[in-house]
């Protein structure tokens, strides 16, 4: 039996064109801000798409329109990382599951629109049932892909586990910056602190000088997706007693 640390990965060979794929505007930033912003910075052409209005994203109702709201606190999160406005394919927040075909079709035409060399989508084992929606789309949709996309798969609930670790200490300040960007979010839950502490405990078995903060993803290749993605998926129903 051997160590099965996640392996700290260069940067490097990472290309563009980059898809992201978020149910929610903040799901991307949370869960692979530091990445983004690596990649613009790289002058990597990225395409981020949020698939919901976000509109269950106001439980006190503080805000008179959260969906306006949220549009625009994604829009500058973004902007922050150095990355493009967002595509709005404004599906009713919650839903997704019920949405399933349409929402897989939506994330074909996307990859084979955008070709990209470097996906972000959910992982199965995320416990919010729009993020697993997404995971799912993008796992059956993953024929549209180029043979040689690297599909890194991030969390918000969970973070996935083993798979491969980058180092994002140099951007993680405009990250947490963007995280700043979702004052409706932040009323609620602290997502520039709770991420942060997500990114150093990512990094704790890294014996490597100067690497403070990383990100953690599934890392597969196009092929892998639909299959690692039952096996993953199975895993978390039993784990988490989930009968559907």
Same mark, same amino acid.
């Given at each position: 039996?051997?160590? @099965?640390?996640?392996? %700290?990965?260069?940067?490097?060979? @990472?290309?563009?064109?980059?898809?992201? @794929?978020?149910?929610?505007?903040?799901?991307?930033? $949370?869960?692979?801000? /530091?990445?983004?912003?690596?990649?613009?910075?790289?002058?990597?052409?990225?395409?981020?798409?949020?698939?919901?209005?976000?509109?269950? /994203?106001?439980?006190?109702? &503080?805000?008179?329109?959260? !969906?306006?709201?949220? =549009?625009?606190?994604?829009?500058?999160?973004?902007?922050?990382? /150095?990355?493009?406005?967002? !595509?709005?394919? +404004? %599906?009713? +927040?919650?839903? @997704?599951?019920?949405?399933?075909?349409?929402?897989?079709?939506?994330?074909?035409?996307?990859?084979?629109?955008? &070709?990209?060399?470097?996906?972000?989508?959910?992982?199965?084992?995320?416990?919010?049932?729009?993020? =697993?929606? $997404?995971?799912? #789309?993008?796992?059956?949709? #993953? !024929? #549209? %892909?180029?043979?040689?996309?690297?599909?890194?798969?991030?969390?918000?609930?969970?973070?996935?586990?083993? /798979?491969?670790?980058? +180092?994002?200490?140099?951007?993680?300040? =405009?990250?947490?910056?963007?995280?700043?960007?979702?004052?409706?979010?932040?009323?609620?839950?602290?997502?520039?602190?709770?991420?942060?502490?997500?990114?150093?405990?990512?990094?704790?078995?890294?014996?490597?000088?100067?690497? %403070?903060?990383?990100?953690?993803?599934?890392?597969?290749?196009?092929?892998?997706?639909?299959?690692?993605?039952?096996?993953?998926?199975?895993?978390? &129903?039993?784990?988490?007693?989930?009968?559907?």
């Amino acid at each position: 039996m051997k160590h @099965l640390f996640s392996p %700290l990965l260069p940067r490097d060979p @990472l290309q563009g064109p980059v898809l992201a @794929l978020a149910a929610h505007p903040d799901d991307e930033v $949370i869960g692979a801000g /530091g990445m983004l912003a690596w990649h613009a910075l790289r002058g990597h052409a990225v395409v981020v798409v949020h698939a919901t209005d976000g509109a269950k /994203g106001d439980p006190g109702a &503080r805000e008179h329109d959260i !969906r306006a709201v949220r =549009r625009r606190e994604g829009e500058e999160a973004l902007a922050r990382l /150095g990355v493009g406005a967002p !595509r709005h394919w +404004d %599906l009713p +927040d919650g839903e @997704l599951p019920e949405r399933l075909s349409d929402l897989t079709a939506r994330i074909e035409a996307v990859m084979q629109e955008v &070709r990209p060399r470097t996906l972000y989508s959910f992982h199965a084992g995320e416990a919010h049932r729009d993020h =697993r929606a $997404i995971a799912a #789309a993008t796992a059956a949709a #993953a !024929r #549209a %892909l180029p043979a040689a996309c690297r599909c890194l798969l991030y969390g918000v609930n969970f973070t996935p586990p083993g /798979g491969t670790l980058f +180092d994002v200490t140099d951007v993680f300040p =405009r990250c947490h910056r963007a995280l700043h960007a979702y004052a409706s979010q932040n009323a609620y839950i602290d997502l520039p602190g709770m991420s942060e502490h997500r990114c150093r405990a990512a990094v704790v078995n890294v014996d490597v000088p100067g690497v %403070l903060y990383g990100e953690q993803f599934l890392d597969l290749a196009p092929h892998e997706l639909a299959s690692v993605h039952r096996l993953q998926e199975a895993f978390f &129903r039993v784990v988490q007693r989930e009968d559907a």
